[in-house]
Structures are given as C-alpha cells and as structure tokens.
C-alpha cells in the first residue's frame, strides 16, 4: 500500500492552483515553485482559513483554530506542541510574504484536525466541516459563518519546546512488525563512508600496504549498507567507489525521506608517545567541541577540505554560525542519542578501549537536515585497532554494530511516533 503522504505528494506537481473553502470564505491560491518545492503564501489563505501568523526572527507562528504551528524557515518541518510535521519541503520568505509548503496544507492540517479539513487531491480543494457536519461550499452568509477561533501566539521571548525531543508525524502505516527488528515503519538511512579519490584520510601505519582510511570506510560502508537492507531498513550510499565528495555535500544526500546519517571514519594520532597507545572507538555528533581531543579530531576531519574546489573551501567560514544556531537545531537532542546508541553497541564488539560519546564541528554534518553521527571506528596508529579494522572479520562487527544501535534508535523513535494527536 502507498503511504498517504506519497499520494499526497504525487499530485503536487501537477496542481497549479489550490482551492479554499470554509465557513469563512472560499479563495483561489495560486502555487509558488520559486525554491523548488511547491508552496503557498500564507496571506492568501488567512482569509479562508482565519490565519493568525506572526514572524519571528528565523521563526514563523502560524495559529489555526487555536492550534500553533512553529516553522523553522527553510526548515520542512512544522512544530504542534512537542511533535512535528514532516513537510518535505521548506516555508520561507519571499518578498516579505510568508510561504508555506503545500503539503502543510494538504496533510499536515487534515491529520492535525482529523477530518475539519478534508483535501481533495483530484479537485484540488481543500474544505473545513461546519459544526452541524456540512461542508462548505462557497463563500458563507453572515448568519452561518463560523468567527475564527484563534488563540495568542507565544511571546517573542518563549523559547522552542525542546524537551522532550520531538517525533516527526508521519503517516500512520501500521504495518505487521518486521520479525528481525520489530521496527513498523520504512526507513532509510544514509552511510557516508570518508574521505576518497585524492583524499586518502590517514595512512593507516598499522594497515597493509596500499590500504588507507578511505579504503577500510568504503568497506565498513558497504557492510553497513548490506546489513540495514538485510534488517528491512533502506540504506544508501553517499559513495560507492574511490571518489571525492566534497564534505558539506555528504549531509545534502539525506533528505526528504531520510531517517539518518551516519558517517564512517578512522582515527589516528600524531607522531608522539601517544601515538601508538590511543585506541577504541568514538562516536560523535555536531555540536561545539569542548577538549583538545575533540578539537583534534575536529582538525584532522576538516583537514579534507583542502582537497576540494575554492567553492567548497568557503564553507569553512560558516560553520562558527552554524554552531551559533545548534541551540535552535531540532536534531541535536536526538544525533546525540542516537551517538549513545551506537557507540554502546560498537563498544562491545571492539577490542580498545570505550572513549564514549564525543561532540565537535565536523564539515560533513553541518549540513545535515537529521540526525547525524561521525563514528571514528578505531586508531590506524594503533597495531591493535589497525589489524582489527583491516580484517574482514573486524570490519563485519563494527558494521553489524553500528547497524544494532540503528535499529535501537528507530525503535525508539516509533515509540514516539505512535504517540496521538491531540
């Protein structure tokens, strides 16, 4: 069966115009593709629809019928309380006029409201019950029209719901369980493997001649893959062979029906006395680094970017702003549990020690739109860690691993999912 949100997309494209029609008024909104998506413009509609929007900074509150819808801009996602609305496509500003992604209007409300607004994809119309049960038709006279029913929006000064971590609406497809992981829903995580083409990584002391870092990635990649597909979980590769990817492209791969992502690296240390002693496995998610050893990662990470196009380069100089909004980034809550989850599941099947869950400005997750993690699967500098992450047998755990803390991840935001509206 299609899920319902994969109809309602199907149509989108074709749809030109929209109609509106409530207790209040029936209009005509014509459909904006300017950025690609289809959207509307949040004026059109607050007619009809009795729309309260306030515009906040990089927020925008939507109020319908005394229920709040927090945009992100250029985010797709809408807020209701402590839940979210997947929307696909992002709401933005043009022109000083609010723009609404469409499938806000054809989806998200009518599960929002179950069954005041009902869409109609063929006739593209979308129609609010009266209260005695009818529907409006036309523009209604005085006698029956229904006031819209609104509420405050929240003060400039309140700050997003951050607790607990917000699942995302998506369409109810209650499924028979999948016997291996329990998990209902379809999935689809991107694995990253790092580095490739020029950019070797790390040499790899301990690996055998001709082996770098990019190589043993790619393979832990693929194992990764094979291992999500065989559990019933989509999975896709951000490279399948020996080629450079710029880093702030890697993340752009997961998005619309993505779950997560989830790059694949190994670490090192420079020449010293530490050097051969560091070993184990970290996993990190963005978020400012704390230690010099975070901060080394960090560097030696983001020394790839060297290896790509002045275009690329420029990156470097956004990521302080970005790290400057992680506080306002919805996934932060939920890369970082998904990083705990992981890393407890490599931990177990890897030789070196346990280094735990580690935050840092990495380039190739400052862009992603989902959870994302870095895991750093062991030392190359490392005699141990090297001929672990050289071995079939070794590269195999880790993939499973990883693919065990996926699982309980996914689980756990099901859990979330099936949580009603109210």
Not at 165 to 185: D, K, Q
Not at 191 to 202: C, K, Q, S, Y
Not at 214 to 229: H, I, P, Q, S, Y
Request: glycine residues 8%; charged residues 20%.
């Amino acid at each position: 069966m299609i899920p319902p949100l994969l109809l309602v997309l199907a149509s989108l494209p074709f749809l030109d115009s929209v109609r509106v029609s409530t207790p209040r008024g029936a209009a005509t909104v014509p459909v904006s593709r300017e950025r690609g998506g289809a959207a509307v413009a949040a004026p059109l509609v607050a007619g009809p629809m009795g729309l309260v929007v306030v515009i906040e900074g990089a927020r925008a509150t939507v109020v319908v019928a005394g229920v709040g819808f927090i945009f992100a801009l250029d985010s797709p996602f809408a807020r209701i309380g402590t839940r979210l609305c997947q929307l696909v496509d992002e709401s933005y500003i043009a022109r000083d006029t609010l723009f609404l992604p469409l499938v806000w209007l054809t989806d998200c409300v009518p599960r929002v409201f179950g069954g005041r607004y009902q869409w109609d994809p063929v006739a593209g119309l979308l129609t609010e019950t009266m209260a005695s049960g009818t529907v409006a038709s036309g523009s209604p006279t005085r006698d029956t029209a229904d006031p819209p029913r609104s509420a405050p929006p929240p003060p400039a000064s309140t700050p997003l719901p951050r607790t607990p971590p917000a699942p995302i609406l998506r369409p109810a497809v209650r499924s028979t369980p999948n016997p291996m992981t329990g998990l209902r829903h379809r999935h689809l995580v991107v694995v990253d493997p790092g580095h490739g083409g020029r950019d070797p990584g790390n040499p790899g002391r301990f690996f055998p001649k001709g082996v770098t870092e990019k190589d043993v990635n790619l393979f832990v990649g693929k194992l990764l893959r094979a291992e999500l597909e065989r559990r019933g979980i989509g999975a896709s590769l951000t490279r399948k062979v020996d080629t450079l990817i710029d880093l702030h492209d890697r993340a752009g791969y997961c998005r619309d029906d993505c779950d997560l992502f989830v790059s694949i690296h190994v670490n090192s240390m420079p020449t010293g006395r530490r050097s051969p002693v560091a070993n184990g496995v970290e996993t990190y998610f963005l978020s400012e680094a704390k230690t010099e050893a975070q901060r080394r990662v960090r560097r030696m990470e983001n020394e790839s970017i060297r290896f790509e196009s002045p275009d690329a380069q420029a990156v470097e100089g956004a990521l302080a702003t970005i790290l400057k909004d992680l506080q306002q980034n919805e996934y932060l809550r939920e890369s970082a549990r998904l990083a705990e989850l992981v890393q407890q599941r490599v931990a177990v099947v890897h030789p070196g020690e346990d280094r735990g869950v580690q935050q840092a400005g990495f380039y190739v997750l400052n862009t992603a739109r989902r959870p994302a993690i870095l895991v750093e699967t062991g030392f190359a500098t490392n005699k141990q860690d090297g001929a672990f992450l050289a071995s079939a047998l070794g590269q195999r755990k880790i993939a499973n691993a990883i693919a065990d803390g996926i699982v309980n991840y996914l689980l756990e935001l099901e859990r979330k999912l099936w949580v009603g509206l109210p």
